[in-house]
Each structure stands twice: as C-alpha cells, then as structure tokens.
C-alpha cells in the first residue's frame, strides 16, 4: 500500500498510485523544508529518480500527519495555531540532523532517507504533539523521513541504485511549515514559523 511521500512515511506532503488512489486525510500537516546543501542534493536526486514527485512538492520532513500523530483537526482557528507554533518556536533553536542510508518501505516501491527517531527531532514532534491540540490518528510509530522515490516501480537494479544513495549534507531543521490538505485540492499553506530560541 503507498503512503504519503511526504510525508509522509512522508509524508512526508508527500502522493498516488495507478493501481491505488491513496488521499490524505482532510487535516493540518507540519512539515519541515530541506533547504541549504541538503534540500539541493534531495532535489537532483529526486529530479534524477522520480521526477513526478520532484515536480509535486519541495523537499521536506512531515513532522506531523504522516507519523507519531494524524494531522491536526482541519477546525482548529488560526489564531491558535500562531499562539502555539509561535510559544514552540521561540523556544526551540534550529538544529541539524544527519540523514541514514535509505530505506526501502516493505512490499511498496517508496524509497526514503530516515532521520533519527530519537533526540532534537522527536522532542520537536513531542512538545507538538503535547500542546493541547486536537490530532486526527495515525497507524504508524513516529518514524521521520525524507521521501526519494515514491512513483515509479523499483525494480531490484534501481532499486541497489537508489539504497546506495547518501545526502552527503546535514539536514537544518529551522522553519515548520503549517499546510491544510483537502485532497484533491492544492494544500494551502497556513503558517511559517522560524525556530528562534
């Protein structure tokens, strides 16, 4: 079954399949872009490797909706989202993560670099998950990740190919990007907040 290449394991933002029209949940999706050295290199790999996915979305993290939690509840005003995405950012100083060798996600063709499920980047998601805020569920564990491959089939000599891929570049996490998704809308951007603690 394909998942959200966002996201999505990710998305993640992140998404079908000619065999499986898979939608999002109508919800609020966090995602943290991949800019610098690291977003350039996702990028040429990605224009390389699936250029339909290249040309869907920017690469990026879905910090939340994909895993650990649903997306936030596509109700919830926008002034609560400022209050607290903002009390998180200003007390959260940018950091930077070291993507892993890729992972190839059993019995699909998506392909993905994972990011470490444990420190910075999992205190981030849980101090979002804590907030307060309503989310709608999610079946997986909180598993980060930056979507490579997500459309084409992998056959298993692309599939060596695209596993002995590396982002030679650490990942900055420095900006949450607040995106309602109403499949199959365009997602609309909410909200943009730096880190600045």
């Known amino acids: 079954m394909r998942r959200d290449p ?3 394991h990710e998305f993640e933002n992140d998404y079908h399949d000619a065999d499986w029209e898979w939608r ?5 999706f966090v995602l943290v872009p991949i800019e610098g050295e690291a977003g350039a290199q996702l990028r040429a ?3 390389q490797h699936d250029p339909r996915l290249a040309a869907m979305n920017a690469p990026h993290v879905t910090l ?3 895993s650990g939690a649903g997306p936030i509840a596509p109700d919830t005003p926008r002034d609560v989202l400022k209050r ?5 950012a200003t007390t959260t100083a940018p950091f930077e993560v070291v993507a892993e060798a890729p992972h190839r996600f059993v019995d699909t063709g998506i392909v993905s670099f994972p990011l ?4 910075p980047l999992r205190a981030l998601h849980e101090r979002i998950v804590t907030s307060g805020l309503r989310f709608l569920p999610t079946r997986f564990a909180f598993a980060p990740h930056a979507t490579i491959s997500y459309y084409p089939d992998v056959s298993r000599t692309k599939e060596r190919a695209l596993l002995g891929l ?9 900006r949450l990007e607040l995106s309602l998704t109403n499949d199959p809308q365009p997602p609309d951007v909410l909200l943009s907040v730096p880190l600045a603690g």
Do not use: M, Y
């Open 166 to 174: 590396r982002l030679t570049a650490p990942i900055r996490i420095e």
């Open 84 to 88: 607290v995405f903002g009390g998180i």
């Open 45 to 47: 790999i990605r224009a």
């Open 24 to 28: 999002r949940p109508r919800g609020i």
């Open 116 to 119: 470490p499920a444990r420190g």
């Open 64 to 66: 939340i909706g994909s």
């Open 6 to 8: 966002g996201d999505r």
